[in-house]
């Protein structure tokens, strides 16, 4: 049934309820759609979205969501579906400054995003509150129709009701393996409003590190940000020397590792803007003075940088080599290098190359100048876009080259932001397909401030006067850990839409490149009709399952 049924029989039914497709915000004026059972149409090894929707003119209070196996149609198999997720609410305060003419709403209006771990909410009169289903589908889980319930309880008017709707996976043969697609997230370990408050460097600590690792593992993301310079442990030898212990990035990194994100290890930088923009870079080095270690920033052509970076870097490359980590090891030197101090990068990086020539030097820039400088390039998308003939010749060079979003590109650019279209997130990574991008870099994770993410969703920024909603954090403060959004989700889907066109691109990559380019029309324009789109990736699974039978 659709419709909720009353305990009562003969009652008419008090709420509606019906299926919206993952990829539509739901906002809370939402009007009731015709019902039908919920159908997700998966690859092996990924996830099922499906999106529920549930509203009554009159409040409903304790709304409850539980879920059964999802069992196959005919033969053996079950699927396990994660606890239902009601979706939650975030006041957008303020625009994009250049918002996109496909923005859903203009601010301010609550858009949806968070996933709750709540396990019941009170539904306002006339307000739309969707539902959130995940089933992770095992690489082994055998072909076919696996069906479910999802089965609501509340109460209205002081009665209890009940309702039911029918969810319906198709599982094709297809494997969406690991996508041979390299994603990061800057995070800190933070634990800025939730309920706990763990110690630094206290098991709980650690603890928490891990569940955001697990976290990223769980959408996909194989590289983590992880610093040596900023974990190490320096301390004065017996003849005055500087020691160096790289115990707690070890730590680190075997968490990342253990929990699947590893893959590769983003090195940390080393460097930072002197003053304002356009300023030079200065590098960060530590230094014994009267037996006690300091930390200094200096210019990175000083006597000082090259003093410790001749033995930083050199003791950094053994330890790697001994972890045998050195291969999977990329280097940060500064973030986002441009024209006006592209001498003070060179500078480091000639302290990286002299020091350290095995390490490849990765680089967020905005700049195309510095060749020979940068083996991993991640020009932000409109750069990208902008010097696309030059970062085609990087490639046939031997060098990587990703893109990443921050609080730009805007307007018609894809991104992360909360006005949005939710495709436009999960096409991120059909522009990499598409354009044989191999890598996505995005610098919030989790930068929350002191102001809640629930309720902040904007924040001040030195550059712009403030950074577009969404672009700061893409999960949200739980109890004890992260909260998924509906943004990190399509983007999990997007990485998985990358491996299956990269899967048809094995044996037949014109038929792998007409399907993203029937998406992607350019680096700014995309097809974002959902019908299109799912018709488009039905077909797309269709074709890896032949070409794997």
Not at 354 to 383: F, M
Not at 438 to 460: I, K, M
Request: glycine share 6%; aromatic share 10%; with cysteine.
């Amino acid at each position: 049934m659709l419709s909720a049924r009353p305990v009562c029989a003969g009652s008419p039914p008090p709420f509606r309820i019906w299926p919206v497709d993952p990829l539509v915000k739901v906002f809370r004026d939402a009007v009731p759609e015709n019902g039908g059972t919920a159908v997700a149409e998966v690859a092996r090894g990924e996830s099922a979205t499906l999106q529920i929707v549930v509203r009554a003119d009159q409040p409903i209070s304790g709304l409850s969501a539980q879920i059964s196996p999802l069992k196959r149609s005919w033969g053996r198999g079950t699927l396990q579906p994660k606890e239902p997720r009601f979706v939650g609410y975030v006041p957008v305060d303020r625009p994009t400054q250049t918002p996109s003419k496909d923005q859903l709403r203009a601010p301010p209006a609550d858009y949806p995003d968070p996933l709750l771990e709540a396990a019941s909410i009170d539904v306002g009169p006339g307000q739309a509150q969707p539902i959130w289903v995940t089933v992770a589908i095992p690489t082994h889980a055998a072909p076919g129709t696996y069906r479910g319930t999802l089965r609501l309880q509340g109460t209205l008017a002081s009665q209890p009701v009940q309702a039911e709707q029918k969810l319906e996976v198709v599982v094709y043969r297809a494997v969406a393996g690991p996508a041979n697609l390299w994603v990061t997230e800057w995070f800190g370990l933070q634990w800025r409003h939730m309920r706990i408050a763990p110690q630094p460097e206290s098991d709980e600590s650690y603890a928490l590190l891990r569940r955001y690792a697990r976290n990223m593992a769980e959408h996909r993301h194989n590289v983590a940000l992880i610093s040596p310079l900023d974990l190490a442990k320096f301390s004065v030898g017996a003849e005055g020397e500087l020691l160096i212990d790289f115990s707690r990035f070890d730590r680190w990194v075997e968490i990342f590792q253990q929990e699947g994100v590893i893959g590769r290890i983003e090195g940390g930088h080393i460097g930072g803007r002197k003053e304002g923009w356009e300023s030079e870079f200065a590098v960060t080095v530590h230094q014994v003075q009267d037996r006690n270690v300091i930390t200094r920033q200096v210019d990175p052509a000083s006597p000082e940088a090259e003093a410790f970076y001749s033995r930083f870097f050199p003791a950094l490359v053994t330890h790697l080599r001994s972890k045998h980590w050195l291969e999977r090891y990329m280097q940060h030197l500064a973030d986002e290098p441009i024209a006006q101090n592209i001498a003070s990068y060179r500078a480091m990086a000639a302290l990286a190359r002299r020091y350290a020539p095995e390490l490849r030097i990765i680089e967020a820039c905005h700049t195309k100048d510095l060749t020979g400088s940068i083996d991993i390039w991640v020009p932000q998308l409109n750069y990208l876009h902008d010097d696309w003939p030059h970062y085609q010749a990087r490639q046939k060079a031997g060098e990587e080259v990703w893109f990443y979003t921050c609080v730009f590109p805007q307007g018609e650019y894809a991104n992360r932001f909360l006005e949005q279209p939710l495709i436009k997130t999960r096409l991120l990574h059909w522009i990499n397909a598409r354009y044989g991008i191999t890598g996505y870099l995005h610098w919030g994770y989790n930068q929350w401030t002191a102001d809640s993410p629930f309720t902040h969703t904007t924040r001040p920024h030195g550059g712009p006067p403030y950074l577009p909603a969404g672009d700061p954090w893409i999960v949200y403060p739980g109890m004890k850990g992260p909260l998924d959004s509906i943004r990190f989700e399509a983007m999990r889907d997007g990485i998985a839409d990358y491996a299956l066109l990269q899967a048809l691109a094995q044996k037949n990559p014109a038929a792998s490149q007409d399907l993203a380019a029937k998406l992607i029309v350019d680096f700014d324009r995309y097809n974002t009709d959902l019908n299109t789109f799912r018709i488009l990736r039905r077909e797309l699974l269709k074709q890896v399952s032949q070409q794997q039978d």
